[in-house]
């Protein structure tokens, strides 16, 4: 019998105390369960449903699936999914901040998560996240997740202009590494904002280049050749339009030494020492990205609860001809219980 693993799955407590009393500013994120998404207008509480707010500007309708784990159950067994790895919502990463609110608002999501999963009938699993701003802040945060049960630690794809072979990152890379702890990488805002602001373009165009660009500046970045090969990580999203111009990377690195960077290989040499996920919605994506990455490095991701995530979960997969029985049970659930140890 098949069995689905879901690795890229979101999470947003019920509730948490007011940041915004507690640390001041007024853009901090909390959840409105006195909203009605549709007309943004308060009224009486609508049991399930809320609007995820950033200070006093509405930022994503939600349901209860994303805190409620007896309602995430019923979808997954909906769909036939058996196990899924929830992950913080990324407008709670807080990078933006100072290191200790940051810090403040990881643990509290950390201890938030593992209470959703301690709910889950041993189905639910959970990556932590770090205020990536601090080096120090992050590897003691990923530790001590990982001492509380967390199976992994999901990052940024960058911090303020730092890409991701930063120094400091591929420092807490290597930290990861030593304590055999999976690295999940999410991009959590969008470049060109202003030129992607319309018609969720952010989201289609900007999010997806954002894992692009993490992928890439690891690579010529040098950041494979430095950090271990132990290290365990897994970009979000398909990679992005990574694999699709794959072989326009490798050829600029033929061509043009400025197009080598601090690499030591081609692109194409560093393709078994990251993961993607699949949510990529198109057969023909999936095709590629199997043909581009191999059936090993691939973990079936479905961006879920949200209105952009699979609706149907795993259907891309097990609808897919041109792979084999083999090959689906890689991608559904083989790869990712050995990456994150399940």
Known sequence: MIRIVDIHSHFIPEKWENLQQKFGGDDWPWLDHNQNPSTLVHQPQQPGKAMLM?????????????????????????????????????????????VEQAL???????????????????????????????????????????????????????????????????????????EQIPVFVHPWDMMAANRTKDYMM?????MPAETQLSIVSMILGGGFDRVSNKLKICFAHGGGAFAFLLGRLENAW????????????????????????????????????????????????????????????????????DLCAETQQKLLADNAEQFFTL
Request: charged share 25%; hydrophobic share 35%.
């Open 54 to 98: 950033k200070g006093d500007k509405a930022f994503r309708p939600v349901y209860e699936a994303c805190w409620n784990p007896e309602v995430r159950l019923e979808e997954m067994d909906r769909d036939g999914v058996d196990k899924q790895i929830i992950s913080a919502t990324p407008i709670l990463f807080a990078y933006e901040r100072p």
């Open 254 to 321: 033929h061509h043009r030494d400025i197009a080598r960077g601090k690499s030591q290989h081609p692109p194409s040499h560093y393709l078994n020492r990251f993961f993607l996920d699949t949510a990529v919605f198109d057969h023909d994506a999936l095709n590629l990205l199997v043909s581009k990455m191999g059936p090993d490095r691939l973990m079936f991701g479905t961006d879920y609860p949200f209105p952009l995530g699979e609706q149907q979960m795993g259907q891309l997969i097990k609808s897919a001809d």
């Open 104 to 178: 403040y608002c990881a643990q509290i999501f950390n201890d938030a998560a593992l209470d959703i999963c301690a709910r889950g009938d041993n189905r639910l699993f959970s990556m932590a996240q770090v205020p990536l701003q601090d080096i120090d802040a992050s590897c003691m945060e990923a530790s001590r997740a990982k001492n509380c049960g967390h199976v992994g630690v999901q990052i940024g794809n960058h911090v303020g202009d730092k890409n991701m072979d930063d120094e400091g990152i591929l420092t807490f890379l290597q930290h990861c590494a030593n």
């Open 202 to 206: 952010g989201w289609t165009v900007g």
